[in-house]
């Protein structure tokens, strides 16, 4: 993880103003949406079933009618309407439709920065894409999809905490910044604000290890598995989302992770063909 003390001596102004309110903890930290919370540990437990869950996405009336959006979405081809929320847990099944809630309120309760919705956007989507990918991956592995997703939708979790804190700093002392400082900036410093979200929401500990040691996976400890699976995730959505930044397939191809898994060739092909359907997904719980 970088520490806040070595972005400061990069020089440019902006950064170390950001460091140093990072280093003097002055950063307000997003609340884990209540229901994502609940839903966190209705998925936990192996008593749930589908009434308990509708019921708690029912309390919430707007999170209710956006799940029953996204599961009658062509990224789940359900053969009739789904109409109720029993019916989608009886069709796409617990998991599917806790993962539709959890990602949905935590969208509406933290990727929210007012001016910035077009990087919102596009840190979403790669948050989005990542999640479904680390589910594939784990798939291959023959290993927990569930906590895959997790741990892919959440890796960069400290990217629109660290916007806001960006925003606040700029507008406090008059700066400006532009697109691609601003992303350098939130990619660089965001698992530093990452580690504390997931510290104050008590996330589960293989997410926290990949939020922290994703890019550096080795450093993972018992969870080197699970951060190495979204390391590969966040490949794969940029990799999709914007295709010539890794040179292609074949570039791609050349990501050291991919042996580090043991993943065979067929495996990447198939988890490459898999991008059409992650981007329906994508575009379901973004519209």
Known sequence: MLAADEAIAGGD???AAVAHRLAAGQLSLPMLP???SQVIALVGNPTTDANRLSELIHRDPAL???VLRIANSPAYM?????????????????NIVSEIAFAASLQSGVFRVPGYESVLNQLWRHALASGAFAKEIARVRRLNVESAFLCGLLHSVGKPALLQLVNDVVKSNSMRVGPIALLALLEDLHTIVGVRIAEQWCLPKPVAASIEHCTAYAR?????????????????????????RLGGDDGFR????????NLYPDDVTGLLARREKVLELVAAMVA
């Open 13 to 15: 102004p902006l950064r």
């Open 64 to 66: 209710a009618g956006q």
């Open 34 to 36: 209540r229901v994502a």
């Open 220 to 244: 993972a400890g018992g969870f080197r598995q699970e951060a190495m699976i979204t390391f590969l995730a966040d490949r794969l959505a940029t990799h999709s989302l914007e295709p010539a």
């Open 254 to 261: 050349d990501t050291p992770a991919i042996a580090d898994l």
């Open 78 to 94: 359900p053969r009739m309407p789904i109409v109720s929320l029993q019916q989608a847990v009886s069709r796409l099944g617990l």
